[in-house]
């Protein structure tokens, strides 16, 4: 076993060890009052604060900052933002910013600048254009939806892969300062004649916004770099599914273009005809991946 993979266990099992603890923690703050209202559970406060932890965020900070959708961690743009700055790895520049179209140009130190654009048109494809904030602040929606693309690509080893709670299919405002807030995290819609439907981001997708054959295929050869071969097909399917914030995948077929865009650009270029999958980008996603897995599955004592 080589130093980093005993390095990587040895953290899992650190942070597994210490679950009871901050589960006891948990129960303390949300009996405090002094939590967000959308923080409903110890095991929810326990995620957030592992999560901050990863991040380099103090834990009441983190508890502030990170909210769980779904049970997947979510944070503000602009936390990705100062996060990116913070580590001192490069910049996020605003190039063009109107109600159509934002272009920023994300720079990290040794690597090429990169442009990233998103647009109302993407907007539109994405069903995001009709929401309240897309109409009313259209320019502070598509720049935030673009810095957090941006800072996943180029820092995915700073934001950690995370998401906003925009993305996430969350209800969200806009403040004064121009900040992102979640209102309130997505729920099931109810059905015609009774029941619910499930939230759009576990949703399946219509038959034509499936992943193309050429994103399945760079996807798969990623997965063989990561070292989920044959045999692994279920973690690579959970490895997926973590980088995308679903509850579980049951086939890469299953994931929209939009998702695979996304997973392609977290581990690599997205240039397929000529993807190659960064394995520094790579490696880090499967440590973080391998580490919320383990505290996930650690047991939990009852608590004295």
């Known amino acids: 076993m080589n130093e980093l993979a005993v390095r990587t266990e040895l953290d899992a099992l650190t942070i597994a060890s210490q679950m009871n603890q901050l589960k006891a923690f948990g129960e303390i703050l949300l009996k405090s009052g002094l939590l967000p209202q959308s923080i409903k559970t110890p095991e929810a406060a326990t995620v957030i604060i592992l999560k901050g932890r990863e991040l380099g965020i103090p834990p009441m900070e983190a508890l502030n900052s990170i909210n769980v959708i779904q049970g997947k961690p979510a944070v503000s743009p602009q936390l990705m933002l100062a996060l990116v700055y913070r580590s001192g790895q490069g910049s996020i520049q605003i190039l063009e910013r109107t109600d159509s179209r934002s272009v920023v140009r994300a720079h990290r130190k040794g690597l090429s600048p990169q442009d990233f654009s998103f647009t109302l048109e993407d907007a ?3 069903g995001l254009a009709e929401k309240d904030n897309y109409r009313k602040q259209p320019a502070v929606m598509l720049q935030w939806r673009n810095v957090a693309a941006a ?9 950690s892969g995370l998401y906003t709670p925009d993305e996430m299919g969350a209800e969200v405002e806009v403040g004064d300062d121009e900040g992102m807030t979640m209102v309130s995290p997505q729920q099931p819609r109810e059905a015609e004649g009774g029941g619910e439907i499930e939230p759009n981001l576990l949703r399946p997708a219509p038959p034509n ?3 193309t054959p050429a994103q399945l295929t760079a996807i798969s050869i990623a997965l063989k770099e990561a070292g989920f071969g044959t045999s692994d097909k279920t973690q690579g399917r959970e490895f997926l599914a973590f980088l995308v914030g679903l509850e579980e995948l049951k086939s890469a077929k299953h994931l929209t273009t939009d998702q695979a865009d996304l997973i392609l650009e977290s581990i690599g270029n997205s240039d397929l005809g000529t993807f190659r999958a960064d394995k520094e980008r790579l490696e880090a996603l499967v440590n973080e991946w391998q580490a919320f897995r383990a ?7 009852p608590v004295a």
Do not use: I, Q
């Open 124 to 126: 539109k494809r994405l």
């Open 151 to 159: 800072a996943r690509a180029v820092f995915p080893d700073v934001v």
């Open 209 to 211: 916004d499936y992943a």
């Open 295 to 301: 505290a996930k599955e650690a047991p939990v004592e």
